[in-house]
């Protein structure tokens, strides 16, 4: 098992910027491949950027690209999402997830955090 919690939502204005870090434990976070997704209400979970289990690829929703940046920390077991220039269609609840291989889809996906709330205001 991999437990994943999410921290760093809030509310921003437009142009903004959040870091949101996604804290791991369990099994040997290096491991895994590690996803963000995002559901806005009445919405369907979509992909915002994965990074692989080293670190040295990185995949982004073409939404997100050139404004947010996917890191990780392995010694730290942690996974950043840097948050730049935001828009008010960023608003949702971004989730963490881990699979040993990684994927842009999220049934791929084993371990879920709870999710963190950011809101984007006009």
């Known amino acids: 098992q991999v437990q994943l919690v999410e921290s760093g939502g809030g509310l921003v204005q437009a142009g903004g910027s959040l870091r949101l870090s996604c804290a791991a434990s369990g099994r040997t976070f290096s491991n895994y491949a590690m996803g963000w997704f995002r559901q806005a209400p009445g919405k369907e979970r979509e992909f915002v950027a994965a990074?692989?289990?080293?670190?040295?690829?990185?995949y982004y929703a073409d939404s997100v690209k050139g404004r947010f940046t996917i890191s990780r920390d392995n010694a730290k077991n942690t996974v950043y999402l840097q948050m730049n220039s935001l828009k008010p269609e960023d608003t949702a609840v971004y989730y963490c997830?881990?699979?040993?291989?990684?994927?842009?889809?999220?049934?791929?996906?084993?371990?879920w955090g709870q999710g963190t709330q950011v809101t984007v205001s006009s």
């Open positions: 997830a881990a699979d040993p291989r990684g994927s842009v889809y999220s049934s791929k996906y084993d371990y």
């Open positions: 990074i692989n289990r080293g670190g040295g690829s990185q």
